[in-house]
Structures are given as structure tokens and as C-alpha cells.
């Protein structure tokens, strides 16, 4: 059984910095591509980031350019470096994988909350 433990979140102002982390439990090259999600209070789950398994990376519009998802294949961990944090990037983040474009398994989530 994959498990997927985030952490990494918490309080920040706006503008601050967070980088958010991902362990898993077994190969990460396993996987066909990994990824982040969130979730705002009252709101559905919104896809963040995306590296698939040779290194490329996707990106939600409204993060592009302040955020940067990365993978440590030696340590089976994915990163999310969150940059420029605003007050609407306040979510629980989630971190999945991918088995070809579906999303497969989930960790339990990590909040990250930025104030104004």
C-alpha cells in the first residue's frame, strides 16, 4: 500500500514563503507523473502542480510563476515551493499521484493558511 505523507505547511503573511513536502512510501518512479491539489474551505479540490515521471511540470494559471513543484527521486519526496503566498492560496494541499491522467493515491493533506 502507497502512502503519501505532506507536510511543510502553516501561518503565513502575505508575501511569505512556505515549501511544502511529500514523502512516499515506495518508488517514486513508479508513479506516472505526481502532483498538488488544494482545497479552500466551501470550495471543490483545484489542481495546483504536475511533474510527470521525465520532469515536466504543469502549472494552475493562478500559481504560475510563484510556485514550483519538484521531485527528490533519491528520497521518494515531492516538493511544492509556494513563493508571492496571497491570501486565496489558503487551502489544505494535497499531494497525489497519477496513474496515466487519473489521479490514484492521496495524503492526508497539509494546511497552509496566509493572511493579509
Known amino acids: 500500500q502507497v502512502q503519501l505523507v505532506e507536510s511543510g505547511g502553516g501561518l503565513v503573511q502575505a508575501g511569505g514563503s512556505l515549501r511544502l513536502s511529500c514523502a512516499v512510501s515506495?518508488?517514486?518512479?513508479?508513479?506516472?507523473?505526481m502532483g498538488w491539489f488544494r482545497q479552500a474551505p466551501g470550495l471543490g479540490r483545484e489542481h495546483v502542480a504536475k511533474i510527470s515521471g521525465s520532469g515536466v511540470t504543469t502549472y494552475a494559471d493562478s500559481v504560475k510563476g510563484r510556485f514550483t513543484v519538484s521531485r527528490d527521486n533519491e528520497r521518494n519526496t515531492l516538493y511544492l515551493q509556494l513563493n508571492d503566498l496571497k491570501p486565496d492560496d489558503t487551502a489544505m494541499y494535497y499531494c497525489?499521484?497519477?496513474?496515466?491522467?487519473?489521479?490514484?493515491?492521496w495524503g492526508q493533506g497539509t494546511q497552509v493558511t496566509v493572511s493579509s
Open positions: 497525489t499521484t497519477f496513474k496515466g491522467l487519473r489521479t490514484d493515491y
Open positions: 515506495g518508488n517514486i518512479f513508479s508513479f506516472d507523473a
